[in-house]
């Protein structure tokens, strides 16, 4: 049996296969084991991942935030933790940057809007004019950086600052497998070993970052997702340009192929990197900014440098 590779029922699998653990039918193979799941057993597989994750946590805050943009990635976690809710006590409350991209956010926003009361999870949102001033398709319309390091920088301090007002100390992102797999195979190329560490643990005075699905494939993630009657193809965002990355998902998408579990695999390596150099790998520490007193590396953190650079460049513009 395969796996058919497109489209939303492209994700089930092609045939009559049988769940290894029952007589349901299979929706899913992981090659590397030769095990078939059913939709049961495939959810069941996955929760069991990512309560592993949680209860590492200790102690669990009374409320727990999930960073949520309507994606794929976040709208199965959302879905998972409130599958898991008997089992995890914390309050669940959906966080979501609202960007400011013309034709493409308002509609992800809305699917946002859609999950969390279907879900009946507590929403809130903000969005980069109310924080900053500015839309994102505003900062690119002076701005020389690219929109993913602008939207990436300002994003997580959004991100931070919601998390703040709302009471949330512990974040959860929907990074997946795959996506930490290519992480690992970036860092390596740059022979950066501190990026490593990059996006672990505490980035702020405020919340914890954890990522739940770091041990879930994101074929896993995709049929949740679809299992749930949650997903919906939804449009690239028009910033979208990690070309490196790209190249760097292909090359592993194909190795996984023809040596399945290669995925898992370099995965597990970046957390057991991380494991072994804690503690030697001499980190910046967090200081406070001196223009907007937030926690982050160095003296004058990432946000107020891009808006200091924005200031500027409208000054130029206008003559000033």
């Known amino acids: 049996m395969r796996v058919i590779p497109s489209g939303s029922s492209g994700y089930l699998m092609e045939g009559k296969p049988v769940c290894s653990h029952c007589s349901g039918r299979a929706v ?32 669990l805050p009374d409320k727990f935030g999930v960073a949520f943009s309507g994606g794929k990635d976040s709208t199965a976690l959302l879905a998972v933790l409130v599958a898991l809710k008997e089992k995890i006590p914390s309050r669940l409350i959906a966080l979501t940057v609202d960007e400011g991209i013309g034709g493409y956010r308002e509609e992800t926003i809305r699917h946002a809007r859609d999950v969390c009361s279907r879900l009946n999870v507590e929403h809130r949102i903000i969005t980069f004019p109310d ?26 301090r959004a991100l931070e600052v919601l998390a703040d007002q709302e009471g949330v100390h512990l974040l959860a992102t929907g990074h997946n497998q795959d996506d930490h797999a290519q992480t690992t195979l970036m860092n390596a190329f740059s022979a950066d ?12 005075q405020f919340a914890r970052r954890i990522k739940p699905f770091a041990a879930v494939s994101e074929r896993e993630v995709t049929l ?9 193809d939804l449009p690239e965002c028009p910033y979208a340009s990690d070309a490196f ?19 898992r695999n370099l995965a597990h390596a970046e957390e057991e990197i991380r494991s072994r150099l804690k503690g030697k790998v001499q980190l910046q ?22 808006l200091k650079e924005q200031k500027n460049k409208n000054n130029s513009s206008t003559g000033q």
């Open 131 to 156: 924080l900053f001033g500015l839309s994102l398709d505003d900062f690119m319309k002076n701005s020389s950086r690219k929109a993913c390091t602008i939207c990436g920088i300002l994003r997580r």
């Open 193 to 204: 070993i501190k990026k490593v560490f990059a996006g672990s643990g505490r980035t702020s």
């Open 224 to 232: 949740y997702a679809i299992l749930s009657d949650l997903f919906i």
């Open 245 to 263: 990355r790209g190249e760097v998902r292909r090359l592993l998408n194909r190795f996984e192929q023809e040596h399945p579990g290669s995925m």
């Open 28 to 59: 899913y193979l992981d090659r590397e084991s030769g095990t078939h799941l059913c939709s049961q057993h495939l959810k069941e597989s996955v929760q069991a991942r990512v309560l592993n994750r949680i209860i590492q946590e200790k102690p």
């Open 285 to 306: 520490p967090l200081e406070n900014c001196k223009v907007c007193g937030w926690s982050g590396s160095g003296e004058i953190c990432q946000v107020c440098t891009v």
